[in-house]
């Protein structure tokens, strides 16, 4: 789309991090990066991150800025929910384009698990904003809940079960057990995510992200460098603010999205090799496939059967192990999406490397599937 | 600006301008963006557009009403809005399933109308 290239990435120890607070992990996930395309913080002129919600930070990128030292002539804090990830790259490309910096850090996370407990968390997330506080949030919803209505509604309509939904953790938890950096590794089947504890009907545990610690980076560089991905389209895509607002609660703005940047791109979704997407429940997963055109609507949970969205299958899915499995700190969780398809399109991957990867989509979703970001990544 | 929401009969805001309802509420009409709203009585009718049973309960304050039904009702009227089904077995709320306001004041649930 414009001269703009993903030149480093990096993350910072990933799971349960208890000896580090949130700008001790992005400052480990920045100096990675940096690393990673042979620059050092000298070189940042710009700046992007997003929100925390472990800290009362009202300024936060002058937090981070400040955290490292560093004086930048482009910065601002990006939120758009779980879109921020993919929508960073967009917003960081547009600096470059613009001849605003060079350089742009993109950086983010926090100590979501060590912070408080896992509880505390539950309560928080349920008293942030994602339910209406006045029209949603005195009826009790988890966040899940939410999703659930999703799920239900996308049952209803086209059929999908509980074991096509399973098959969605299954797949990306074989994937976290190739990720060295993935906090939860141990393979799981069908039967155990059906038989996982019911937390709000139709969606189990195991249907549910985790709450991990971690940060990730990226630079997005005007120069192009010898292991630097191309950015060759994106596209966002926003239907509601609450989900009650969503007169179609099966479709997502992923339709719109997505549409957009395989136009900008000049691809089409078979032209995909990997599909990072934002897996914060099983469901989300499948409205995606169906809402970027990898499968007709409806279609989602048969195309994820038989193997389709593992590694070794025609379209391998959320190779790092997403939100489900390896890593999911709040609004950076969708970063680690941009990062897993760098690595690959760079033949980086290791173990779930996934052959020949020349065309990378990631996806990023935000709020309760009201607003997404799609981003299409080329081999440099 | 339209007033906190009367809890004493079944309400949604309603544009002056083009006469039909909305919700959430917001600074002017989704369908006419007229900016004349206000509070209007609506049926209480309508069905169940998708639902979901609550298993673990997200702050203390909802511990003992775990199982509970939350769902959205899709109103005669047209508006979709969060709620909960109560007063019926949470194996027994299906989609489509028609339901009416429980008659009280308060925040609004809905009950089975069959």
Redesign the interface.
């Given at each position: 789309m414009m001269q703009a290239y993903l030149s480093g990435v990096g993350e910072s120890p990933l799971g349960s991090v208890p000896s580090m607070n949130a700008l001790e992990l992005q400052r480990a996930a920045a100096l990675a990066a940096l690393d990673d395309a042979g620059l050092t913080l000298k070189d940042v002129d710009g700046l992007l991150t997003t929100p925390i919600r472990v800290a009362q930070w009202a300024m936060p990128v002058g937090m981070v800025a400040q955290g490292l030292g560093i004086r930048p002539g482009y910065l601002a804090t990006l939120d758009v929910a779980g879109a921020s990830g993919t929508a960073m790259v967009h917003h960081a490309a547009m600096a470059v384009a613009t001849g605003q910096a060079e350089t742009v850090l993109c950086v983010a996370g926090q100590n979501q698990l060590s912070n408080v407990s896992r509880d505390a968390t539950?309560?928080q997330l349920?008293?942030v904003g994602w339910?209406?506080p006045?029209?949603?949030a005195?009826?009790?919803?988890?966040i899940p809940?939410l999703y659930?209505?999703?799920a239900?509604?996308h049952m209803?309509e086209y059929g999908t079960t509980a074991e096509q939904m399973a098959e969605v953790a299954v797949a990306i938890r074989g994937h976290a057990s190739l990720n060295p950096n993935a906090y939860k590794k141990e393979p799981i089947s069908v039967a155990d995510v059906v038989g996982s504890?019911?937390?709000?009907?139709?969606?189990h545990l195991l249907d549910c992200a985790i709450v991990t610690d971690g940060a990730a980076a990226f630079v997005v560089t005007k120069a192009k460098k010898n292991r630097s991905v191309k950015i060759l389209g994106q596209g966002y895509g926003f239907t509601h603010a609450?989900?009650?607002?969503?007169?179609h609660?099966a479709t997502t703005g992923a339709v719109q999205s997505g549409r957009d940047a395989f136009k900008m791109a000049g691809v089409t979704p078979a032209d995909i090799d990997v599909a990072e997407l934002y897996d914060c429940f099983t469901i989300t997963v499948i409205a995606e496939l169906e809402d970027l055109g990898f499968c007709k609507k409806g279609e989602g949970g048969a195309f994820v059967e038989g193997g389709r969205i593992r590694l070794g299958g025609e379209l391998p899915v959320t190779t790092h192990g997403g939100l489900l499995s390896a890593v999911h700190p709040g609004l950076a969780g969708g970063m680690f999406h941009v990062v897993e398809a760098v690595r690959q399109l760079r033949g980086e991957a290791g173990a779930r490397q996934v052959p020949d990867c020349e065309l990378a989509l990631a996806h990023g979703n935000g709020g309760i599937i009201g607003i997404h970001c799609t981003l299409i990544l080329g081999r440099g | 600006m339209l007033p906190p929401?009367p809890l004493d009969k079944f309400v949604l805001p309603r544009c002056e301008s083009c006469g039909k309802f909305h919700?959430?509420p917001k600074p002017m009409c989704p369908h006419c963006q007229g900016t004349k709203l206000a509070w209007a009585e609506a049926s209480g009718k309508g069905e169940v557009?998708?639902?979901?049973?609550?298993?673990?309960?997200?702050?203390p304050?909802?511990k003992a009403?775990v199982p509970?039904v939350?769902?959205?009702v899709k109103t005669a009227e047209g508006p979709?809005?969060?709620?909960?089904i109560v007063d019926v077995a949470?194996e027994a709320v299906r989609?489509g399933m028609r339901v009416k306001v429980r008659p009280g004041s308060g925040?609004p649930?809905f009950v089975s109308a069959d």
């Open positions: 539950v309560a349920a008293n339910a209406s006045e029209y949603e005195p009826y009790g919803p988890l809940t659930a209505l999703v239900q509604r209803h504890r019911m937390i709000t009907s139709p969606l609450y989900i009650g607002e969503h007169d609660i | 929401r919700f959430y557009y998708s639902f979901s049973t609550v298993h673990r309960a997200p702050t304050e909802f009403d509970y939350v769902a959205i979709h809005l969060l709620s909960r949470p989609i925040l649930v």
